[in-house]
């Protein structure tokens, strides 16, 4: 039986390891990071089946309570099991085990889109969860007066998260960064790339993950990734609500942008990002 071993700081039971998988990638991101482009990218790669919605049922997402390992996908002469989850450390509880991947590839974005793509998300437009988590309604991110839009902000700049529970288990959005990147830099295998660097240059992007996973790669490979990952998660100003950068410019004035830098400034500078 398969062992995976990629441990945390965090004292856990011994893994049991997948029957018929290979290797395991977790796929991670604080929400509304681009996680779900990278499980398309990973589709791509693999070439697991895409159509009628089977993407779902090889790249699972462990917050919809699908199982690990159901389906074991073969390529590359090697039997992969992939998985995406959003919470703050790798371990997966698995019944009365925890599961721990054999690689993990973590995706950032630049926080406000973050901010002004979740808030799309728990709008109207999508989940309607803003009264659960808010109080009040909105049904587009477009409805929010600046009033509002301001107090959300402040939420999110002192939080890093809109649910700042202890019991959350996704964390805040710096906790995640600082946590899969001291795990990467403590030697694990991690590998941690930027929804901009997606943007600003796909190849070179894929091809740095593909090497990470230790699979073969061809430009005409790149071309077919690059249109099916597009394919999947085209916009519908939904769920795939804008798909660019720089979108909390359309929504945030100056000086609330100015707030959240004047308390974040360092850690945006060390994550990548300057005015």
Not at 48 to 67: F, K, L, N, R
Not at 70 to 79: C, E, T
Not at 90 to 99: H, N, Y
Request: glycine share 6%; net charge negative.
């Amino acid at each position: 039986m398969t062992k995976h071993m990629i441990r945390t700081d965090h004292p856990t039971p011994p893994d049991t390891g997948i029957a018929g998988c290979d290797t395991l990638v977790g796929l991670y991101s604080f929400p509304k990071s681009g996680n779900t482009w990278l499980r398309a990218i990973i589709a791509a790669i693999f070439q697991v089946p895409v159509a009628s919605g089977m993407m779902a049922e090889y790249v699972i997402d462990t917050h919809m309570g699908q199982a690990i390992g159901k389906r074991p996908w073969r390529q590359f002469d090697r039997s992969w099991c992939f998985y995406k989850s959003h919470n703050k450390t790798p371990a997966i509880p698995d019944g009365d085990r925890m599961i721990h991947p054999d690689r993990i590839i973590y995706i950032y974005r630049h926080p406000l889109d973050i901010f002004t793509s979740y808030l799309n998300y728990l709008s109207g437009n999508v989940t309607a969860l803003s009264q659960k988590v808010f109080g009040f309604t909105f049904d587009r991110v477009e409805d929010l007066t600046k009033a509002e839009m301001s107090r959300l902000l402040d939420r999110f700049t002192t939080h890093g998260t809109f649910d700042p529970r202890a019991a959350n288990p996704f964390g805040s959005l710096f906790d995640s960064i600082d946590n899969y990147t001291a795990l990467r830099d403590a030697g694990g295998p991690v590998h941690i790339l930027r929804y901009e660097d997606l943007i600003d240059d796909f190849d070179t992007a894929v091809s740095a993950i593909c090497a990470f996973l230790d699979v073969p790669l061809t430009t005409g490979d790149l071309d077919r990734i690059r249109q099916i990952s597009e394919e999947l998660t085209a916009g519908d100003g939904k769920f795939f609500w804008k798909r660019k950068v720089g979108t909390h410019r359309d929504y945030l004035d100056q000086s609330q942008i100015d707030t959240f830098w004047q308390r974040h400034q360092d850690r945006m500078h060390a994550l990548g990002y300057h005015r």
